[in-house]
């Protein structure tokens, strides 16, 4: 069953309600009218398709567990915000910390993403098709993220597990406490299905990967500028 | 948090609806204060006052004084003052039309110096309107909606470091300067060093926000012959802290970003205005059809 949501007529607490509902029966709702509403797909928990026609707001399918979300606009900032499963695609660009904290499941970003992708990612996949901004997977603690197009500096800041795949030449720099080395043959396997999967057009094999440097971390992501009182009111 | 948006039409129009519905939709953003900053023609033979007195039974006996100020710096009135015709409001709100041979800032101490008025904006074009509460019940105390002209800002507050009063609320002028005016996301952390090197060189602050520095710091850098992008531009390195900020002048809109991209912001265009917003959500109010967006990052500065 095909269920028609219009999100002129319902309030976002509703909206959640009625996805809720439609969970594990096979059904498929389609969002009309999204006008990047927040909160969209909030804490659904279950198998359930869901189509937004149009942008979605901040938090889109923040804490969900289950559902295939296809956005065919925008998604604001914080979108799959603590994820534990499903899948997130989105057609068009999404904001500032996607995925923050996502605990599984994948998100898939046919545009560009903007800073702090994947800040503190501990699972699942996180795939931007475009550029993405500073500061992607800044303290990230596992999971993968896969960036295709160019990608902002400080990459990787004090991440301490998972990597962050790229294409050679495409970083702008690197975080504290990474390094970069060359894909494992598993890897270049396992990016190789990911594509496929996702009908992305791309050659694993010419990707590298950030990880974090073994031992101790030693972070100073912000170096401060103190100065005598004296000199400071001169 | 706040929430932050501007507007600029291709032709004069309705902007205050637009900023309205702007506004309404960032409520959830912060209500305790709204306001806007509107752009109408440009009136050369004058310029336009927005002002507060705090007494309204006693606003008569105000006004006179405020002529008597006036005229005293040599300007006069160039049309009868009008004010918000509220009932049972303690406050009144006015607009008053003035002389442009005047010394803006001899004018507006003046006016603060007799007690109870706040002077919230002066410009040939602009007039700044703010009040506390949400959208709604600041358009309809003040006629928002009915408001044409060619662009405006607008800016509703949670206050995080200063009260809720309407003297905190945004949009900023850039006292003395007329015709700019700012609404700004964010925190300037080196605002108390910045406010003593400007107020060294003469100017005067009405609040202690940190809103109404930047703006009185790009007017300053202008006058000391930067452009308007150069000084947008040079506030990235100088101001401290995390902010997004819509500065505006008789000429368009700038945005400036800082250099960790804190604060949101993202913009639309269609062939009869450009819009922005800290939210998609607000922009959608304008624009309902489904356009192309732009949003953006670190350090970043733009002029529509």
Redesign the interface.
């Known amino acids: 069953m095909v269920e028609e949501l219009d999100l002129e007529q319902i309030g976002e607490k509703e909206l959640n309600t009625r996805l809720q509902a439609l969970v594990n029966g096979g059904h498929k709702a389609i969002l009309r009218n999204p006008r990047a509403r927040h909160n969209i797909a909030v804490n659904i928990s279950g198998s359930l398709e869901i189509e937004v026609q149009g942008s979605a707001g901040f938090y889109c399918c923040g804490f969900m567990n289950g559902p295939t979300v296809t956005v065919a606009g925008y998604v604001g900032w914080y979108a799959a915000d603590n994820m534990l499963g499903g899948k997130l695609i989105v057609l068009k660009d999404a904001g500032s910390n996607l995925a923050p904290s996502m605990i599984g499941g994948a998100v898939l970003v046919r545009g560009s993403a903007g800073s702090r992708a994947g800040y503190g990612l501990k699972g699942g996949t996180v795939v931007v098709c475009g550029d993405a901004g500073m500061l992607t997977g800044q303290q990230m603690l596992g999971g993968r993220i896969v960036l295709l197009g160019k990608v902002g500096g400080q990459t990787g800041e004090s991440m301490c597990g998972g990597a962050i795949f790229y294409r050679r030449g495409a970083l702008a720099g690197m975080g504290n406490n990474v390094r970069a080395r060359s894909l494992k043959a598993a890897e270049v396997e396992s990016l190789a299905v990911l594509f496929a999967e996702g009908d992305i057009q791309a050659d694993p094999n010419e990707f590298e990967c950030l990880e974090p440097k073994p031992g101790k971390q030693k972070s100073q992501p912000f170096k401060s500028e103190l100065v005598a009182r004296e000199e400071a009111f001169s | 948090m706040c929430g932050i948006g501007g507007v600029k039409l291709t032709q004069p129009g309705p902007i205050g609806q637009e900023l309205v519905q702007m506004m309404t939709a960032l409520r ?1 953003r912060g209500a305790d204060s709204t306001g806007f900053a509107l752009y109408g023609p440009w009136r050369e033979d004058r310029l336009i006052a927005r002002l507060r007195a705090a007494e309204r039974e006693k606003l008569d006996v105000t006004l006179n004084e405020i002529e008597a100020e006036l005229q005293k710096a040599g300007g006069q009135f160039a049309g009868p003052p009008a004010w918000d015709k509220t009932e049972r409001a303690k406050d009144a709100f006015v607009r008053l039309e003035v002389s442009p041979n005047i010394d803006v800032e001899r004018v507006t101490s003046a006016w603060i110096a007799l007690g109870g008025i706040e002077v919230h904006s002066f410009g040939h074009s602009l007039e700044i309107v703010k009040d506390v509460g949400d959208a709604q019940t600041v358009a309809v105390r003040h006629g928002i909606r009915e408001f044409n002209g060619t662009h405006g800002l607008g800016h509703c507050r949670l206050a995080t470091e200063t009260e809720v009063d309407v003297a905190h609320g945004h949009p900023f002028w850039a006292r003395p300067f007329p015709d700019v005016a700012i609404v700004h996301n964010g925190q300037i952390t080196n605002y108390y ?1 910045s406010r ?1 090197l400007l107020e060294q060189d003469g100017y005067h602050f009405s609040s202690d926000n940190d809103s109404e520095l930047i703006s009185v710091f790009i007017a300053d850098r202008m006058k000391h012959g930067q452009t308007f992008e150069e000084a947008l531009r040079y506030s990235i390195g100088a101001l401290d802290g995390v902010f997004t900020y819509l500065l505006s002048i008789p000429a368009g809109i700038g945005l400036a970003k800082d250099r ?2 804190i604060k ?1 912001m ?1 913009s639309a265009t269609s062939d009869k205005l450009t819009v922005m917003a800290t ?3 607000a ?3 304008v624009l ?1 059809e ?1 356009v192309e ?1 732009a ?1 953006y ?2 350090s970043e500065v733009v002029i529509w």
């Open positions: 959830h060093k003593r960790l991209a949101p993202i939210e998609e959500q922009i959608r109010q309902r489904e967006t949003s990052g670190q």
